[in-house]
């Protein structure tokens, strides 16, 4: 509740061995012993503001007569990677295994012992969170005057180094490396060299301790794949301040397990301050969030107990600044946390929030969805999820030219170069993947689509449904069918104003406009007079092109129009009070021919009159002429002013047959 979660608790000998889960925005304070021992100290408020967490035992005796300058120097050649590197050399040590106190505690800690001057860095590494990285100084290149310079800069493109782990990695110009004037010795954060490694004959050694840049080290260990323990601390980010201390404190176990004589002086470059930034932090914002009502005294001692320097501005605002390790912390909501959690979250009482209560704002977008798709997985349609993007020969082939497409500047692969203006494609290629496995798909699918207009991309809703057949030849009844799904479709969605079109008549022939439909079996959707979508089969050279089934049809529709035109006020009219008379025709038309052309035919001559018009029978086959169907249609006359008499509807279903007659189509 208050930090992190522990793993594990076991005893080993004397010690207890905690195994604790570090949350990686903490990795960088609480990578190492010391930081886990500062939270302990804050949940249990041991000694408040006046904890002090310094390294014991780093005092140590340099060797006078030799000056380091006089046998290193550094030059960091990128800054913003390195924002700080310090180094101290040891001379005269003796490597052999470690004393049984560090050997013990290496492997209790799951850490393989190597020898003393390894071990040593581990150590440390394990104490402070600070990676330490040792140089064999004899094995290093040297000018003419003896002394070594050690580069930290970014590797020249496939340079090569042979790391500790005995693997020949290949860099490149962005990849940053420790090297002398003899090629890299380490990649900077992440492995060390053969080279510059330390060995039973070593002597003599540099000890860096430094800072990289987090984005580097992550992006470089990932790169080569390497992943290490310094590594993940530095991908995470780590303070520059604990750089002496953890440098020091090596520099003195060496000094006392190794007999080693430190050289005088250290080199240090770069920064060597953290910049932290003061927080303006309000008391009274955080109770509010918190749900407490914790005084000033009690959000001081806690802010305090994490080291933080907290100043009053005025009555509730104060200026907080957080310490140099705590590079976490970096807005109010931050110390709003820390306060929350070291309070304790079941200290905190639950109270229901004083808010106005409203009904929310109707989503309608919302509501004519969820109805749209409710309505189509009920007539036996599935919903598929696919990418909103399209690939060129996808698009091409489509009939999507490349100019009207808009061109990702990431792209996850070519077949996700473009955002999609159509659902069709990608879907229809998703679904015939899955084909394999039945002999009949019907899918749909609502999701956005994109085109570039009036100098800005457009994004609007689309609904694709797709109904595809395996050995089936009977594409005219396979159209009727979802024709059919989708007119009831929209008249459950409410929508009475709906006329299906032939596509011949609407497009005049004008083939681009057909895209990916065949020309013989499409009709165009217009509601309230409107064009918003197509239904038709696939063109059967697209089918053939991808070794698809020819059965398919698509239809595509504008949701957002659809649900723009589903929402508009309708005004509800009473039902009328004079009575309804019923006549039925039956026309004989073309094969081709939509029903909704012939019903619509039967309303415009009957206008007002007319009270609703039914198709109540469809025959094709026997008895008729080939390509011929017959349709009948059950016309109900009612006024909502008069009645009306028998001869006037006659006379309105004279002219009715007279209309249709002249079409073409014979009145039977």
């Given at each position: ?23 990686p ?98 150590y ?6 600070q ?18 310079e ?120 770069g ?19 918190l ?75 919302r ?55 159509m659902?069709?494609p ?29 100098n ?75 064009s ?66 012939v019903?619509?035919?039967i ?27 017959s ?38």
């Amino acid at each position: 509740m208050r930090s992190w979660e522990v793993e594990d608790l076991k005893r080993s000998g004397d010690d207890w061995i905690l195994d604790i889960s570090i949350l990686p925005n903490r990795m960088s304070d609480a990578s190492g012993h010391m930081g886990v021992a500062r939270e302990i100290s804050a949940i249990l408020n041991v000694g408040g503001s006046k904890s002090k967490f310094i390294l014991s035992d780093t005092a140590f005796k340099e060797n006078k007569s030799k000056i380091l300058s006089k046998y290193l120097t550094i030059r960091v050649l990128d800054k913003k990677s390195c924002p700080r590197y310090m180094a101290r050399a040891v001379f005269n040590i003796k490597v052999a295994p470690s004393p049984k106190w560090l050997l013990d505690r290496l492997i209790k800690l799951g850490v393989a012992p190597i020898n003393n001057i390894v071990d040593v860095t581990n150590y440390v590494l394990l104490e402070t969170g600070q990676p330490l990285h040792a140089f064999d100084y004899d094995k290093l290149t040297k000018n003419s005057k003896g002394k070594v310079e050690i580069l930290v800069r970014k590797a020249s493109d496939k340079e090569k180094i042979a790391t500790l782990d005995d693997q020949n990695r290949i860099l490149s110009s962005s990849d940053l490396v420790i090297a002398d004037k003899g090629g890299p010795l380490a990649i900077a954060g992440i492995k060390g060299g053969v080279r510059g490694g330390i060995s039973e004959e070593t002597k003599n050694i540099i000890i860096e301790a430094a800072n990289f840049d987090p984005i580097t080290v992550y992006k470089t260990s990932k790169k080569l794949n390497i992943e290490t323990d310094a590594a993940k601390r530095f991908a995470a980010g780590l303070p520059k301040t604990q750089i002496p201390g953890a440098l020091n404190r090596a520099v003195y176990l060496i000094n006392k397990i190794a007999q080693g004589a430190p050289v005088s002086g250290a080199i240090d470059t770069g920064a060597n301050k953290q910049s932290n930034i003061a927080i303006p932090f309000s008391l009274g914002r955080t109770n509010s969030m918190l749900g407490t009502r914790l005084s000033e005294k009690q959000a001081r001692s806690i802010l305090s107990a994490i080291g933080c320097t907290i100043k009053l501005i005025s009555k509730d605002l104060f200026r907080v600044t957080p310490p140099s390790h705590r590079l976490d912390l970096v807005r109010d909501q931050d110390l709003i946390e820390e306060i929350g959690r070291l309070y304790g979250y079941e200290n905190i009482k639950t109270e229901a929030p004083k808010i106005l209560a409203y009904a929310p704002e109707t989503n309608s977008a919302r509501i004519t969805r969820n109805k749209t798709k409710d309505f189509l997985v009920k007539a036996g349609f599935i919903e598929l999820r696919t990418y909103s993007f399209v690939g060129e020969a996808l698009a091409a082939a489509f009939g999507l030219r490349k100019e009207e497409l808009i061109e990702l500047d990431n792209p996850m692969s070519e077949d996700k170069k473009f955002l999609q203006p159509m659902i069709t494609p990608r879907l229809l290629a998703e679904a015939m993947n899955n084909f394999k496995y039945s002999d009949e798909l019907n899918i749909f699918e609502i999701s956005n689509v994109f085109e570039y207009s009036d100098n800005k991309i457009n994004e609007r809703e689309h609904l694709t449904a797709i109904r595809a057949i395996k050995n089936n030849d009977d594409t005219l009844n396979n159209f009727r069918i979802v024709k059919g799904v989708l007119s009831d479709m929209l008249a459950a969605l409410g929508l009475s104003d709906v006329i299906w079109r032939p596509a011949d008549t609407v497009f005049k022939g004008n083939k681009n406009k057909y895209m990916f439909w065949s020309t013989s079996s499409s009709a165009v959707l217009e509601v309230d007079g409107k064009s918003i979508g197509v239904v038709g089969m696939l063109r059967p050279d697209i089918s053939s092109g991808f070794s698809w089934p020819h059965n398919i049809v698509v239809a595509e529709i504008n949701f957002s129009k659809l649900v723009q035109e589903s929402n508009e006020e309708h005004e509800y009219r009473l039902p009328s009070r004079y009575p309804e008379a019923v006549r039925d025709i039956a026309v004989l038309v073309d094969g081709n021919t939509l029903v909704d052309e012939v019903g619509s035919e039967i309303a415009r001559i009957g206008k007002s009159l007319i009270r609703d018009i039914e198709l109540f029978d469809y025959y094709e086959g026997e008895n008729l002429p080939e390509g011929k169907k017959s349709l009948a249609f059950r016309v109900i006359y009612q006024s909502q002013t008069r009645t009306l008499s028998g001869k006037e509807i006659d006379d309105m279903h004279k002219n009715i047959i007279t209309a249709l007659s002249a079409r073409g189509w014979e009145v039977r």
